[in-house]
T-cell receptor, first 112, second 114 residues
Framework: SQQGEEDPQALSIQEGENATMNCSYK?????LQWYRQNSGRGLVHLIL?????REKHSGRLRVTLDTSKKSSSLLITASRAADTASYFC????????????FGQGTTLQVKP | DTAVSQTPKYLVTQMGNDKSIKCEQN?????MYWYKQDSKKFLKIMFS???????INETVPNRFSPKSPDKAHLNLHINSLELGDSAVYFC?????????????FGSGTRLTVV
């Protein structure tokens, strides 16, 4: 069954606001990653957080990980119209094969 | 320079045909993957190769056959195409698992079977 579930499925905000997306997963992990997908394009890696980390920052992105709740959140601060995209979390399911298990994604629309 | 390149970008074909999608990466990565994204944007791994060796073969019909002539290339051949094969197929590569730079994805091949 699908590993990750994301919440909300769709999010619409105004430019300058913060956007928070949540991801839940079912099995133990070594790491969790977030990707962005613009319409009609491939996925772009945003950030990776390891199972022994609780929070990580990259520019306007902040990711948290709670392994006890098997959940992660992605916060985009001061959103821009260019942040409009789908965002996916992906876990490795603690495998060493490189296999990533993706959530269904959150579609974010940032209105100018 | 494109890091992971797939060709073609679009592929429209009739049921029963055989088609191939090519993928090449110039990043020097050891592992390459094929993922399928359905109409609901759900991404699922199909295959992975590490240094030309098959590592992952998910429950994929044997009409799908990956081929890796060298570690920079991973092609996907599909026989007897069916309507349900319509999807976007992504090639990806990575160096080591769990590195901070994650995977690098190609821009996708949109396959439409009519």
């Amino acid at each position: 069954s699908q590993q990750g579930e994301e919440d909300p499925q769709a999010l619409s905000i105004q430019e300058g606001e913060n956007a928070t997306m949540n991801c839940s997963y079912k099995t133990s992990i070594n790491n969790l990653q977030w990707y962005r997908q613009n319409s009609g394009r491939g996925l772009v890696h945003l950030i990776l957080i390891r199972s022994n980390e609780r929070e990580k920052h990259s520019g306007r992105l902040r990711v948290t990980l709670d392994t006890s709740k098997k959940s992660s959140s992605l916060l985009i601060t001061a959103s821009r119209a260019a942040d409009t995209a789908s965002y996916f979390c992906a876990t490795d399911g603690s495998s060493n094969t490189g296999k990533l298990i993706f959530g269904q994604g959150t579609t974010l629309q940032v209105k100018p | 320079d494109t890091a992971v390149s797939q060709t073609p970008k679009y592929l429209v074909t009739q049921m029963g045909n055989d088609k191939s999608i090519k993928c090449e990466q110039n990043l020097g990565h050891d592992t390459m993957y094929w993922y399928k994204q359905d109409s609901k944007k759900f991404l699922k791994i199909m295959f992975s190769y590490n240094n030309k060796e098959l590592i992952i073969n998910e429950t994929v019909p044997n009409r799908f056959s990956p081929k890796s002539p060298d570690k920079a290339h991973l092609n996907l051949h599909i026989n007897s195409l069916e309507l349900g094969d319509s999807a976007v197929y992504f090639c990806a590569s990575s160096q080591e698992f769990g590195r901070d730079d994650g995977y690098t994805f190609g821009s996708g091949t949109r396959l439409t079977v009519v």
